[in-house]
């Protein structure tokens, strides 16, 4: 038993710098791409940014539409991307009269901050965003996310009054939830001896991380922040993704049910909903803002 908590406790601390230090993901042929998204929708990308709580300066993308329809949608990318990595959702919006802000996330991309913290600081981030937002256009502010950043979609809409909706694609339900998962995958454990044997080693590094960083990461915990929004929120799950099970957004949607919509999509991987139906995918989450304000 102490070597197992020995090595717990070893683990705990490797899980914990891992989790908050992510490599990060430049951005690749900034100008080029920017050059294509002009030809192709008439907007072209312009270089925004904003200083966070902690002084640390955000970077991101914004676009508007020449025809716009007064709405705008925040686009919050996943764990080690950055804002390239939801580029296929912009031409999306943009072309349905939606003016878009692609922000890199803390500690990723060109974006300031050291540390990555799953919505504890980031969800503030977002708020910040969403009120640089507000003087730029007549209606309504979205949020769409995926992954991490549908996780921190979900945790901004319980701390942003006058959010109209919010679409989350594949986020977890809360960081002990995840991390107990991801601790299972790394050890190829089963979910229900992740979830028993493996609380040393994620308790650790929770403790870990607040005496180290200061940051409490159990913080980050969408299922709670759901339960307390009333926002519109569309969550989106894939039955075959293996990196965040489809039961985080089935939990989520019971916590939220009175203001939430699960859509599990036969077939579809982590993120990768719109690849298994492009079409039906634009219908139901274009129409999910549309029915809640976005389009006026």
């Known amino acids: 038993m102490a070597a197992y908590l020995g090595f717990s406790l070893i683990v705990g601390i490797v899980v914990a710098s891992n989790a908050v230090h992510l490599r990060r993901k430049p951005l690749n042929?900034?100008?080029?791409?920017?050059?294509?998204?002009?030809?192709?929708?008439?907007?072209?990308?312009?270089?925004?940014?904003?200083?966070?709580a902690d002084g640390a300066v955000?970077?991101?993308?914004?676009?508007?539409?020449?025809?716009?329809?007064?709405?705008?949608?925040?686009?919050?990318?996943?764990?080690?991307?950055?804002?390239?990595?939801?580029?296929?959702?912009?031409?999306?919006?943009?072309?349905?009269?939606?003016?878009?802000?692609?922000?890199?996330?803390?500690a990723h991309g060109e974006s300031g901050g050291s540390l990555v913290t799953y919505g504890v600081m980031e969800r503030e981030d977002v708020r910040r965003w969403v009120e640089w937002l507000r003087p730029r256009i007549t209606g309504c502010v979205d949020l769409f996310g995926e992954s991490m950043g549908g996780a921190i979609a979900v945790q901004t809409s319980?701390?942003?009054?006058?959010?109209?909706?919010?679409?989350?694609?594949?986020?977890?339900?809360?960081?002990?939830?995840?991390?107990?998962?991801?601790?299972?995958?790394?050890?190829?454990?089963?979910?229900?001896?992740?979830?028993?044997?493996?609380?040393?080693?994620?308790?650790?590094?929770?403790?870990?991380?607040?005496l180290r960083y200061g940051v409490n990461l159990a913080d980050a915990d969408p299922l709670k922040a759901i339960a307390v929004s009333r926002v519109p929120t569309l969550l989106i799950c894939g039955t075959e993704d293996s990196n965040i099970p489809m039961r985080h957004s089935m939990a989520l949607e019971r916590a939220g049910q009175t203001h939430t919509q699960l859509w599990i999509v036969e077939g579809a991987e982590h993120t990768a909903a719109i690849s298994v139906n492009p079409a039906r995918y634009e219908v139901e989450v274009v129409g999910w803002f549309d029915g809640h304000g976005g389009s006026r």
């Open 29 to 52: 042929e900034k100008a080029a791409l920017g050059a294509r998204f002009s030809q192709q929708v008439g907007a072209r990308p312009k270089d925004v940014s904003l200083t966070a």
């Open 158 to 210: 319980a701390v942003t009054p006058g959010l109209c909706a919010v679409v989350a694609e594949s986020s977890f339900a809360g960081f002990r939830a995840i991390a107990d998962d991801r601790i299972g995958q790394e050890i190829g454990w089963a979910p229900g001896a992740a979830r028993t044997l493996g609380i040393p080693m994620r308790e650790s590094a929770l403790l870990y991380a607040q």
């Open 58 to 106: 955000l970077k991101g993308w914004y676009v508007q539409p020449a025809n716009g329809n007064g709405s705008a949608v925040i686009l919050l990318h996943g764990m080690a991307d950055n804002r390239q990595g939801v580029m296929g959702f912009a031409y999306l919006f943009v072309m349905h009269g939606y003016a878009v802000l692609l922000p890199d996330s803390r």
